[in-house]
């Protein structure tokens, strides 16, 4: 396995949650793309995993083109994460509450969108559920949440995970991985609210560096080659080559992650 192929395919791997619900949307050939069907919200949710417990407060206008996600974590006491995501109409930034510091990543966001824009849909809570199926997840049925009625989506890659989406937004998330859990759940669901713009900009007294794209984003012809060998490989050759890396990936792993790259790679133009 060449060294672009192994970066490529744990990237498309962890790539694969941007896609669904966090690719921040911009007008596309003359049209404004959708990332929920709901122009404003505002979600706030409680956090519990190994690493600690926390809160995540999620809001959006503009039917998601604008977006913010604070998440803060705590363990023993002490906070170990406050951390700041937001969009704005491409613009796109992470940031570090704790040191202060934080990161322009609107062209890693932009490629994403050429991605999804290549997947030939506007519709990208439909995109996020193609993107689940090529994860080997299903959707198994409804539930009520909070008074909202959910789809009930089940993805078993590496561990179990059990969605629960509203309106393309996931109200819970519970992963089960070796017997460890980690739950993501909604407490609360507002609706048609508004915000000010300076709720989607990095605050005052942070320092922004422009992130560069991790080395195999960048797509060279030469890389733009490889991802089509990729594209076209069978899964035998498949299983032959991610064996050679992992000799211990199980079969059904290997299926899921054959079907990841194959859903993925024809979204590289």
Same mark, same amino acid.
């Given at each position: 396995?060449? &060294?672009?192929?192994?970066?490529?395919?744990?990237?498309?791997? #962890?790539?694969?949650?941007?896609?669904?619900?966090?690719?921040?949307?911009? @007008?596309?050939?003359?049209? =404004?793309?959708? /990332?929920?069907?709901?122009?404003? @919200?505002?979600?706030?949710?409680? %956090?519990? !995993?190994?690493?600690?417990?926390?809160?995540?407060?999620?809001?959006?206008?503009?039917?998601?083109?604008?977006?913010?996600?604070?998440?803060? #974590?705590?363990?023993?006491?002490?906070?170990?994460?406050? /951390?700041?995501?937001?969009?704005?109409?491409?613009?796109?930034?992470?940031?570090?509450?704790?040191?202060?510091?934080?990161?322009? +990543?609107?062209?890693? &966001?932009?490629?994403?969108?050429?991605?999804?824009?290549? @997947? *030939?849909?506007?519709?990208?809570?439909?995109?996020?559920?193609?993107?689940?199926? @090529?994860?080997? *997840?299903?959707?198994?049925? !409804?539930?009520?949440? #909070?008074?909202?009625?959910?789809?009930?989506? $089940?993805?078993?890659?590496? *561990? /179990?995970? &059990?969605?629960?989406?509203?309106?393309?937004?996931? #109200?819970?998330? $519970?992963?089960?991985?070796? *017997?460890?859990?980690?739950?993501?759940?909604?407490?609360? %669901?507002?609706?048609?609210?508004?915000?000010?713009?300076?709720?989607?900009?990095?605050?005052?007294?942070?320092?922004?560096?422009?992130?560069?794209?991790? +080395?195999?984003?960048?797509? !060279?012809?030469?890389? /733009?080659?490889?991802? $089509?060998?990729?594209?076209?490989?069978?899964?035998?050759?498949?299983?032959?080559?991610?064996? =050679?890396?992992?000799?211990?990936?199980? $079969?059904?792993?290997?299926?899921?992650?054959? =079907?990841?790259?194959?859903?993925?790679?024809?979204?590289?133009?």
């Amino acid at each position: 396995m060449t &060294t672009f192929q192994k970066t490529t395919l744990k990237q498309l791997t #962890l790539l694969l949650g941007l896609f669904v619900f966090m690719v921040p949307a911009t @007008a596309q050939q003359g049209t =404004q793309i959708k /990332r929920y069907p709901i122009e404003s @919200a505002k979600v706030t949710y409680q %956090v519990h !995993s190994p690493e600690g417990t926390g809160t995540t407060v999620l809001f959006f206008d503009q039917y998601g083109r604008r977006e913010s996600k604070h998440e803060t #974590l705590q363990k023993n006491g002490k906070t170990i994460k406050d /951390r700041l995501t937001l969009l704005n109409n491409g613009k796109a930034y992470s940031i570090d509450l704790l040191t202060n510091q934080g990161q322009d +990543v609107s062209q890693a &966001t932009g490629m994403a969108m050429q991605m999804v824009a290549g @997947a *030939g849909g506007n519709d990208l809570s439909k995109t996020g559920k193609q993107m689940l199926e @090529a994860m080997g *997840g299903r959707k198994t049925g !409804s539930q009520q949440f #909070l008074g909202k009625n959910c789809e009930k989506w $089940e993805v078993n890659m590496m *561990g /179990r995970t &059990t969605i629960l989406i509203w309106q393309g937004i996931p #109200l819970k998330t $519970e992963t089960s991985v070796m *017997g460890i859990k980690s739950v993501e759940q909604a407490t609360n %669901v507002q609706t048609g609210l508004t915000f000010a713009d300076a709720n989607f900009e990095p605050p005052a007294g942070v320092n922004i560096e422009k992130q560069q794209l991790p +080395v195999g984003m960048e797509m !060279s012809d030469e890389d /733009r080659q490889e991802m $089509e060998k990729l594209k076209n490989m069978s899964y035998a050759d498949f299983r032959k080559m991610v064996l =050679q890396d992992d000799p211990n990936m199980k $079969e059904e792993d290997i299926k899921q992650a054959y =079907q990841v790259m194959k859903q993925m790679s024809k979204m590289i133009k």
